[in-house]
């Protein structure tokens, strides 16, 4: 049995010094893939030395996380855009909207992002979007540019009933599923089969964040995918060979790689 881990920061500090091994785990509980998204300018760089190491195993994504953000914004994005145009990536990422800790950079997320969905549309590349606290904001951009998306993944989704129906309304966007799933608070086994359709969901980890149970507390990293993959057949009553069947359909269907 087969899946993707559709969102891993692989290339992080939190990785260096066992690297090799952590891929190893990975490709031995079935992780057929791992996409990796870039954070800022200095991770284009560590997510492609990264990927370069496990060529058609680790997948790399360019884009400037909402949380980084500032001032010299515009200068940023002309040097990724620079970088982007070399061809080397499978998606647009880490990008979005966070208003969680600070509106201070509020004006200059809403420019970024949008021009990251831009970048989006001209090279028809998906998107892995962040978003917290901004759903509103990030909604009333993207519907300016609905009709030409080519598509993309709702990365870390932990929304109620409402706010997953308005995401889905993007028909070629998909819900990243983690391991908030697993925590016992999670109200998400219950929500995501009343209103998400299994083609409408892709599995990831967010590692070395939010570790899935039984691994909660410590380093989350791409094997633990197998968790949320398990809980997630569970809430949906179907096999977990269909839910990793049906997942990397999604990721075939959203992202055209093969997996």
Known sequence: MKFVDTHCHLDGEEFAE??????????????????IPAI?????????????????????M??????????????????????LSQGEFMAIGEVGL????????????LKAFEEQVKWSVQTRLPLAIHCRKAQNELVAILRRYQDDLPGGVFHCFTGNEQ?????????????????????????????????????????????????????????????FVAHVLRRLAEAYEVTEEEMARQTNANVERVFGIKV
């Open 40 to 60: 800022n300018l200095k991770s284009v760089d560590s997510v492609l030395a990264t990927c370069r190491r496990f060529p058609d195993y680790a997948c790399p």
């Open 98 to 109: 966070d208003f969680y800790w600070s509106r201070e950079f509020e004006a200059e997320q």
């Open 163 to 223: 706010e997953a129906a308005e995401l889905l309304r993007f028909e070629r966007f998909v819900l990243g599923i983690g391991g908030v799933l697993t925590f016992k608070k999670s109200h998400l086994p219950e929500v995501l089969p009343k209103v998400v359709p299994l083609e409408r969901i892709v599995l990831e980890t967010d590692a070395p964040y939010m570790a899935p149970v039984p691994m909660r507390g410590k380093r989350n990293e791409p094997a």
């Open 18 to 35: 066992d690297l090799e091994q952590v891929v190893t785990r990975a490709r031995e509980a079935g992780v057929a893939k791992i996409f």
């Open 62 to 83: 360019i884009g400037l996380h909402p949380e980084d953000v500032k001032a010299d914004w515009q200068d940023v994005l002309s040097r990724m855009a620079e970088r």
